[in-house]
């Protein structure tokens, strides 16, 4: 909430403009501080990032955190009655995430006997996806079924150096379909784009999959077990 702010801070040489400075005031309800030097304010930010970058031990209280501007999400279809709609928008990554960063969502097919899906990348925030940002798009060819019956895990992976790696993985089975799109195209080879993501190979792990989890369901399963009648179901 604005209550919870401390201090509104203006960052780089444009927000000396008047206007600036008046619509900060509005949207916080306070005025900016004033006796910072914007110009300054990006010099020491930059000193403090490249600090972090090099280890210097001046720096080891302080933590930088990079987050995610706006949300990376998919296009899905919304039942409507007796048939679907397409065109809205699910996020996956939302906004203010903490970079690097890997999150999922399930989806399934709505059609009988489907046997493709597009994955259609977008960013931003609105409800329907023509409003937002298209990024790229494949398709997934999934196996003909009734409807529902095939489930896709779709896995959004963010880098620091702004790679995001989509990964379609069907329920079931082992491979997995996938697509990079990076921020500055050409900027990292093949090579260096598979070790940045081979760094947060220890973020894919399924909740499901995680030690904590997994012993939460073994004694769930135990105390099933252990019990009879009504007791099963409370």
């Known amino acids: 909430d604005i209550s919870d702010l401390d201090d509104v801070i203006l960052v780089g040489g444009a927000t000396r403009m008047p206007v600036v400075r008046q619509l900060a005031a509005r949207m916080f309800g306070r005025f900016p501080r004033a006796e910072l030097n914007p110009d300054e304010v990006v010099a020491l930010g930059a000193g403090i990032q490249a600090g972090l970058a090099s280890l210097d031990a ?20 919304r039942r409507n009655g007796e048939r679907y709609d397409s065109g809205y928008f699910l996020p996956i990554i939302e906004r203010n995430s903490f970079v690097p960063v890997s999150m999922f969502r399930s989806i399934s097919t709505v059609y009988d006997n489907q046997r493709q899906l597009e994955i ?29 019956e095939v489930t896709v895990d779709v896995r959004f992976t963010y880098t620091l150096d702004g ?13 997995a379909a996938s697509l990079v799109i990076e921020r500055a195209p050409g900027s990292l080879s093949p090579e260096e784009i598979k070790q940045r993501l ?5 973020l894919k ?9 997994r012993q939460l369901l073994a004694q769930a399963s135990l105390r099933y077990e252990q019990t009879l009648g009504e007791k099963r179901h409370l």
């Open 58 to 77: 001046a720096l080891d209280d302080i933590v930088l955190t990079d987050v995610m501007p706006y949300s990376l999400g998919i296009e899905t279809a």
């Open 120 to 148: 259609a990348v977008f960013q931003g925030e609105a409800r329907r996806v023509a409003e937002n940002i298209l990024l790229d798009k494949f398709t997934l060819d999934v196996p003909a079924r009734p409807a529902g």
């Open 163 to 175: 790679i995001l790696e989509v990964e379609c993985k069907i329920e079931g089975q082992e491979s």
């Open 198 to 202: 081979a760094q947060l190979d220890a």
């Open 205 to 213: 792990i399924h909740p499901r999959d995680r030690t904590e989890n």
